[in-house]
């Protein structure tokens, strides 16, 4: 299941995908922590992986909050966007008047990556797929077998079929 926020920054999203078991993932973190953090709270979800699919200000403004909150969490990110994160010109963030650097203990994710996440059949497993380059940064797509099912962000998309 996905819960979609939308706020902060430019009106940016942050996804909740979780699984029947209460293993979650959140992508993306352009809206502030507090509403996400309550929702992940009152469904009893277990926060595994804080991913970011590209290295935008407004994607990863708040990504400092979300690892202090759910610090055992694994933060994740494609290997081109590393650089991107790091640079206030490639983050974008210069053109708002700052100059941040959000390297954060980012784990590199390479194409053909598998994010996992449990739920009662298993698994469902999210295979890192390249995708074109989206203004300055790498999107970061995910796709996940399981259920016939397809999410479509601006940055990135979750495709979930059966297996």
Do not use: W
């Not at 293993?23 to 502030?32: E, K, N, T």
């Not at 277990?46 to 400092?64: A, F, M, P, R, W």
């Not at 909050?65 to 933060?75: S, T």
């Amino acid at each position: 299941m996905i819960k979609t926020f939308s706020g902060g920054l430019l009106d940016s999203n942050t996804y909740v995908y979780f699984t029947d078991t209460g293993c979650a993932m959140i992508i993306d973190f352009g809206v502030p922590l507090e509403r996400v953090k309550q929702y992940v709270d009152e469904n009893k979800l277990t926060v595994e992986y804080l991913v970011s699919t590209h290295g935008h200000y407004d994607h990863i403004n708040y990504v400092g909050d979300y690892k202090k909150a759910f610090p055992n969490a694994k933060i994740l990110c494609h290997v081109d966007e590393l650089e991107v994160i790091r640079d206030p010109e490639g983050n974008l963030s210069v053109f708002f008047g700052l100059s941040n650097s959000y390297d954060i203990g980012y784990q590199a994710l390479n194409d053909g990556d598998v994010i996992s996440l449990e739920n009662s059949k298993g698994s469902v497993d999210f295979t890192v797929i390249h995708a074109p380059r989206a203004y300055l940064g790498l999107h970061v797509p995910l796709r996940a077998r399981r259920e016939n099912n397809v999410h479509r962000g601006r940055a990135f998309c979750v495709r979930l079929r059966q297996s």
